[in-house]
């Protein structure tokens, strides 16, 4: 649960605490960049009015993504590419590259969303013929079905329930284990 956040009515302590966070701060967005590609910038205050940054790539790059317009407030770009789809030569993509990207991912994933979808219906089906399986053999639990009475299809989603069935067994047998372990013992009366 997210802790609230308020304004200090000392000096000393908003300037502590902005010690103490502005390496945070910084790390998660070099973190966000990182891991996503994503341009970001941060510019943070000191209670005394300084100010702080943090940029990645570039500044440069950050500027000319989100605002095309500053281009020619800028001096010429630095010549690395870390981005897929922008122009050799040019430290960032631009704005229009930027939305065809993530357009682009859009798309991916939609397209994923759609074969989970198809693959979950697919499960579907063929845990109902598992069902009707158990039924017909007359057995009380899915799992005691013949494999025999099952069709290609049936086997891989039957096997991997059933190994979803083991590591769920083994994972509550772990945490009784944990918990008896974990229980005071009495200490025996003298």
């Known amino acids: 649960m997210a802790k609230e956040l308020r304004p200090f009515d000392n000096e000393d302590q908003r300037r502590h605490s902005f010690r103490k966070r502005r390496p945070t701060l910084f790390g998660m ?3 966000l960049s990182e891991e996503f590609g994503a341009h970001v910038a941060v510019i943070a205050f000191s209670p ?5 940054a943090f940029c990645a790539p570039t500044a440069d790059s950050v500027l000319r993504t989100y605002l095309p317009a500053a281009d020619g407030l800028l001096p010429n770009p630095t010549p690395h590419s ?6 050799a030569g040019v430290g960032a993509e631009t704005a229009g590259e930027a939305a065809a990207r993530v357009a682009g ?6 397209e994923t969303k759609a074969m989970v979808a198809e693959e979950w219906a697919r499960v579907a089906a063929a845990m109902e013929k598992v069902r009707a399986a158990q039924g017909a053999a007359q057995k009380q639990n899915w799992w005691d079905v013949d494999v025999e009475a099952l069709g290609e ?5 039957f096997m991997r329930a059933l190994e979803m069935f083991k590591a769920e067994v083994q994972e509550r047998i772990d945490a009784m284990a944990s918990a008896r372990m974990s229980l ?3 200490k025996k009366r003298q």
């Open 29 to 31: 967005a070099h973190d």
């Open 48 to 52: 005394a009015g300084e100010p702080h």
């Open 184 to 186: 005071p013992r009495e």
């Open 82 to 87: 870390p981005f897929p789809g922008s122009a």
């Open 153 to 157: 299809e049936e086997l891989p989603v």
């Open 105 to 110: 991912m859009r798309r991916e994933v939609d």
